[in-house]
């Protein structure tokens, strides 16, 4: 099978690692022209094609999930490599991060909705030093829908600042993001500044984010890791439950 959409498939030229072409391809190969389009004006940054396009997918029937997966992440994956192999740089992929957004604006009051009692209450924001913001922004649309109430810190996030919010809001999970290498450690600071301030075993502290693995969380000290926004949803329940055993 090859890629039907001509422009998508031009953009998908710039994929060459070959784990990541099989990753790619078999990734987009399975979604049908419309989503195609949407991941090749996502590429280009078209930000109004992308809000239009998403709009038109959900009146079609097609569910948040498969339009956030099948279109907009796919897009974003190919901004990805070009980014990294140095074909597009930073105001390029501000302009793709812009049309993801456009979308996203749709899919958040579907992902968001819950209509179930709140379930528990999380802080969430990236870490001192880092911006990025949009998969933090999906794990918390996610976990909305999941009824859980969450307070969103934003990015270039202080330990003080989760620590303040979780006494504000009365939170029992954190949740910390971070994109960089540079910005990982950040985490581990956190974590540090809640057992310095005696909140440590009042909250479970979640991490996540492109770089992060199981094994970093580990080694800070984090209570949960997930790799994307389903499974931060699984892991905050989780938690949720352990929380609520340890006090009994
Ligand atoms: C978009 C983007 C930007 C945009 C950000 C826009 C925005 N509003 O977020 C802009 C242009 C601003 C940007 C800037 C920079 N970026 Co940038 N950026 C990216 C890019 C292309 C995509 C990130 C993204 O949104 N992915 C899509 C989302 C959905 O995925 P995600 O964030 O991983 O989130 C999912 C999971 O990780 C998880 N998750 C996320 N958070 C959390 C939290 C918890 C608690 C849990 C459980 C799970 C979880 O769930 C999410 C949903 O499934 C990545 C490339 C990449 N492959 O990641 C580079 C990348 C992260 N950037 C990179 C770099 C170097 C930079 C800059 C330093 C560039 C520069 N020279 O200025 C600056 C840094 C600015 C700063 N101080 O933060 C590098 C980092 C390399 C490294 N080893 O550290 C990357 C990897 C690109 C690369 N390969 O070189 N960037």
Known sequence: MAIQHEG?????????RPGEQKHISESIEKTDLLMQEMAYQLIIGANTEVDR???EALDKGYTANDVLDDGLLNGMAIVGVKFRDNIIFVPEVLVSARAMKAGMAHLEPILSASGVEPIGTVV?????????????NLCIMM???AGFIVHDLGVDTAPDEFADAVEEHDAQLVGMSALLTTTMPNMGRVIDYFEDVGLRDEV????????????????????GYAENAVECVEK?????????????
Do not use: N, S
């Open 8 to 16: 998508l498939a031009k953009e998908f030229e710039w994929v060459t």
């Open 204 to 223: 479970r502290m979640m991490v996540g984010g492109a770089p992060v693995t199981q094994e970093f969380a580990d080694e800070m000290g984090a209570d």
């Open 143 to 145: 976990l909305r829908g």
């Open 236 to 248: 905050a329940k989780e938690l949720l439950v352990l929380l609520k055993e340890l006090k009994g």
């Open 124 to 136: 969430m924001g990236t870490v001192k030093g880092d911006l990025h913001d949009i998969g933090k």
């Open 53 to 55: 396009l998403t709009k």
